[in-house]
């Protein structure tokens, strides 16, 4: 394995959790995604569903869960299907999970073949009272394309019209909020590795260097730390390209000058780290880059202190406006005046800072989380305000991963650099370095 899973006991702590907001007599089902398809003979990297995943640890296609805690029969109470693996797969694809390393992983006592699960949905289906079905409610979810989830879960509904459904995907959401011990540890390990990322890019950025060629050195570091590679895809846009929130084409050449935007992070384990840093092509910011840097770095710094157990995420980004708009003002971007007689359905600042401040982070990027609720500790979250002017060619967003305690919240970034003047010095190190 390329990395070290989380422990037996942090799976079936998760299982736990979700047990314990389960009704009485439900049978909750979880499968995999499909390996999808591309051209020809061609498959996408695979890419395990986050929930059976966070429920069991188990990387694999085609495997299944299923959680029945009023099983008459113990074994009956959690099992686990993987796919029969075969001298033959071990020759062309390599090994899969035996059942017993399937067990030892997930600590799930019952494994089984994924060919018995049609057999064991049909002796226990009859003997729940209702089915947990899982769904991608994700809030900004827009898939076109059916999932093996929904697919399977249209063939229960079907075979079964007279049980009583639930959503599994609000347990989900609320479970995977707040992380365990080892999760924050996994998400700590995806960040160490971004951070040797940032240092390495920090002696290669220089005037003429391509986007594209900062992407390839992080990438480099994250695969010889044993990560699988970007848990997203990553932004490398200097000058005006820094503007554009979802660049991603990533082929411009960075000009003595300009700052270059670079958002990127890697996956651990299946766990994301998401880093924005805004650092001068050249070595040196000029003074107003400098300006404009200093003013997202205090909006950061205060946006982290408001992570605090109690508050709602919608007072805490109102607030962060509220903020940004008087940093926006000092930089002589707005005017105060102005922002007195704003339509506050419609802030000002909105034009130099359009998204949100942070999102939840763990096996998504975007992950799952009550958005609706007061934050509460062991969430994990970015706080990443930007400034973008586009007719000064330049955009800054600073990004760190943020830990939610009952007390201080927790600087998962804290050892990797961010003041402007540390960044410089960072450079003008690295770069020595790779010139010796
Ligand atoms: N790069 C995705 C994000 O920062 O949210
Ligand atoms: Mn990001
Ligand atoms: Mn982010």
């Known amino acids: 394995m390329r990395y070290t899973p989380l422990s037996a006991a942090t799976y079936r702590e998760h299982r736990a959790r979700f047990r314990q907001h389960m009704d009485k007599g439900g049978l909750a089902v979880f499968h995999s995604n499909d390996v999808m398809p591309t051209s020809a003979d061609g498959t996408m990297p695979f890419k395990q569903a986050s929930d059976i995943f966070h429920l069991s640890g188990i990387d694999q296609e085609e495997t299944v869960l299923l959680l029945f805690p009023d099983a008459t029969d113990p074994k009956d109470r959690e099992i686990l299907f993987v796919r029969e693996t075969s001298e033959l797969i071990a020759i062309w694809e390599g090994a899969k999970f035996t059942q017993k390393e399937a067990s030892a992983l997930s600590g799930i006592a019952t494994v089984l073949w994924t060919s018995a699960y049609e057999a064991t949905i049909k002796r226990l289906v009859p003997q729940c009272e209702l089915l947990y079905l899982n769904s991608n409610e994700h809030l900004r979810q827009s898939n076109e394309v059916e999932t093996r989830e929904e697919r399977k879960n249209k063939e229960l509904r079907a075979q079964y019209p007279l049980h009583g459904v639930k959503r599994s995907a609000p347990i989900m959401h609320r479970i995977r909020s707040r992380k365990t011990q080892e999760e924050v540890e996994q998400i700590q390990r995806a960040i160490a590795i971004t951070g040797k990322a940032f240092e390495r890019v920090c002696g290669f950025v220089e005037p003429g260097v391509k986007e594209y060629a900062i992407e390839a050195e992080i990438i480099h570091e994250f695969i010889r730390h044993g990560s699988r590679g970007h848990a997203y895809t990553p932004i490398i846009a200097s000058g005006y390209n820094a503007c554009v929130l979802h660049y991603v084409t990533n082929d411009q050449v960075c000009q003595d000058g300009d700052v270059v935007l670079m958002d990127f992070g890697c996956e651990y384990g299946g766990y994301a780290s998401d880093l924005t840093r805004s650092i001068p092509v050249n070595g040196r910011f000029t003074k107003r880059q400098r300006a404009v840097y200093n003013a997202v770095l205090r909006v950061k710094n205060a946006a982290t202190q408001l992570l605090r157990p109690g508050t709602l995420l919608a007072e805490y980004h109102r607030e962060v406006g509220r903020i940004m708009e008087s940093e926006l003002i000092g930089l002589g971007l707005l005017d105060k005046h102005?922002?007195?007689?704003?339509?506050?359905?419609?802030?000002?600042?909105?034009?130099?800072?359009?998204?949100?401040?942070?999102?939840?982070?763990?096996?998504?990027?975007?992950?799952?989380?009550?958005?609706?609720?007061?934050?509460?500790?062991?969430?994990?979250?970015?706080?990443?305000?930007?400034?973008?002017?586009?007719?000064?060619?330049?955009?800054?967003?600073l990004e760190n991963n943020i830990l939610v305690t009952r007390d201080a919240p927790i600087d998962l970034f804290a050892d990797i650099p961010v003041e402007a003047e540390a960044v410089e010095a960072l450079m003008a190190r690295s770069r020595k370095k790779a010139l010796a």
């Open 338 to 397: 102005d922002v007195a007689k704003q339509d506050p359905e419609r802030p000002l600042y909105k034009k130099y800072f359009m998204h949100g401040t942070s999102h939840f982070l763990g096996l998504d990027v975007h992950d799952v989380g009550l958005w609706n609720e007061m934050i509460q500790p062991d969430m994990v979250f970015t706080v990443e305000p930007g400034i973008y002017i586009r007719e000064e060619k330049l955009g800054i967003r």
